[in-house]
Each structure stands twice: as structure tokens, then as C-alpha cells.
T-cell receptor
Framework: EAQVTQNPRYLITVTGKKLTVTCSQNMNHEYMSWYRQDPGLGLRQIYYSMNVEVTDKGDVPEGYKVSRKEKRNFPLILESPSPNQTSLYFC???????????FGNGTRLTVT | RKEVEQDPGPFNVPEGATVAFNCTYS??????FFWYRQDCRKEPKLLMS???SGNEDGRFTAQLNRASQYISLLIRDSKLSDSATYLC???????????FGTGTSLTVIP
């Protein structure tokens, strides 16, 4: 089944404790991206990647890192999480260009 | 100004009603447009792409007006299962960044 898989689904952590949210897709998509969704603000792009070893900042990259060492994986790294990073995170992928996005099922992160 | 703007609603309509949502976008060079459906706390799912000529998928019709920079979604014969948040999504001219509206909430009432 074609899908985007994120893990974990739920994560509660403390300020400053490094964490990684994994994202993997099995559709051979070139383009992958991360979003956070907050009430009243909609989905905002954190980082995106056009291909292996190619990553770029989205609209809200501060406090996040990503890597794209393999085509299928695009992990999101929070080196020192803070409470303002408490949010619902989605990974998405597409064939690129003007193709639509396919989303993972989300990671609800709480930083205390 | 936001890249994409939607009326957040909520829209509360009876079963069988026709309801329409609009969405405006600010970048005239935007090239691709989509409507997504999002159920509470779940991932957005593609409802339909929006083409310049307009397109229809069953009870759903999407339209694009480039001159006025808006897209619309029409839902006919609303079902209870249509209750969700509908997101307008626009892809900028570079094709690298997608911009989302904050969503329009629809509740279909029995």
C-alpha cells in the first residue's frame, strides 16, 4: 500500500531533550516536506526537500533540522525542544512539480 | 497578507443542502491548486485538484478563477459524512512550496 509513515504518533517530552520524528514514504517521491499545524494558523511548512541531499527552509524552520540521506526517509530533528514547539506535525511527499501532497498520519508533540 | 485565505466558518447545513466554499490566494503566479479534506486531528487527504477549466467529481465541483485569484468548492446533496474541515492549498510558482488556508469547517446536520 502506498503510504507515508510517521513515528511516533504521540510524543511527550521535556524542554531541551533532543528528539527525532521519522518519516518514510514508499512511493518513490522526489519531494518531501514537514509541516506543523496549530489552531488558527493552519499548516505551516518547516522544511522541504526536492531530492536526496537537497533540503530547504520553509516558513518556520527555527528550532528544527532535517536530513535527506535516502530518498524514502526525511526525519525531523528537534535538537533542543521548547514548549512553543508543542504542535501537530505532518510529513508529506509528492512526485514534485505541481503534483499533490500525500500526508503521513501525524505526530502530536507536547513539550513541557 | 496571507498567501491563502479562507472563511473559517463554521458552516452548518442540513443534509441534502448545497454548500460552497471560496478561497483566495495572493500570488498571481501560483500554478497548482487543491482542495483537501481534514477530519478532526487526522491527516489532510486530497479531495480534488482544481483545474483551469473546472472539474467535477460526483457531488463535488471545483472551479478556478485566475483573474480574481480564487478557487471554489461546491458540494451538492450534502451527506453527514461530508462533515470535516476543507483546506484550500496553493502551490507557488516554483512548485516547491505549498501554502494552506486555515480551513473551513463544515457540519452537516441530520
Amino acid at each position: 500500500e502506498a503510504q507515508v509513515t510517521q513515528n511516533p504518533r504521540y510524543l511527550i517530552t521535556v524542554t531541551g531533550k533532543k528528539l527525532t520524528v521519522t518519516c518514510s514514504q514508499n512511493m518513490n517521491h522526489e519531494y518531501m516536506s514537514w509541516y506543523r499545524q496549530d489552531p488558527g494558523l493552519g499548516l505551516r511548512q518547516i522544511y522541504y526537500s526536492m531530492n536526496v541531499e537537497v533540503t530547504d527552509k520553509g516558513d518556520v524552520p527555527e528550532g528544527y533540522k532535517v536530513s535527506r540521506k535516502e530518498k524514502r526517509n526525511f526525519p525531523l530533528i528537534l535538537e533542543s525542544p521548547s514548549p512553543n514547539q508543542t504542535s501537530l506535525y505532518f510529513c508529506a511527499s509528492s512526485f514534485g512539480g505541481l503534483a499533490p501532497l500525500h500526508f503521513g498520519n501525524g505526530t502530536r508533540l507536547t513539550v513541557t | 497578507r496571507k498567501e491563502v485565505e479562507q472563511d473559517p466558518g463554521p458552516f452548518n447545513v442540513p443534509e441534502g443542502a448545497t454548500v460552497a466554499f471560496n478561497c483566495t490566494y495572493s500570488n498571481s503566479a501560483s500554478q497548482s491548486f487543491f482542495w483537501y479534506r481534514q477530519d478532526c486531528r487526522k491527516e489532510p487527504k486530497l479531495l480534488m485538484s482544481v483545474y483551469s477549466s473546472g472539474n467535477e467529481d460526483g457531488r463535488f465541483t471545483a472551479q478556478l478563477n485566475r483573474a480574481s485569484q480564487y478557487i471554489s468548492l461546491l458540494i451538492r446533496d450534502s451527506k453527514l459524512s461530508d462533515s470535516a474541515t476543507y483546506l484550500c492549498v496553493v502551490n507557488k510558482n516554483t512548485g516547491n512550496q505549498f501554502y494552506f488556508g486555515t480551513g473551513t469547517s463544515l457540519t452537516v446536520i441530520p
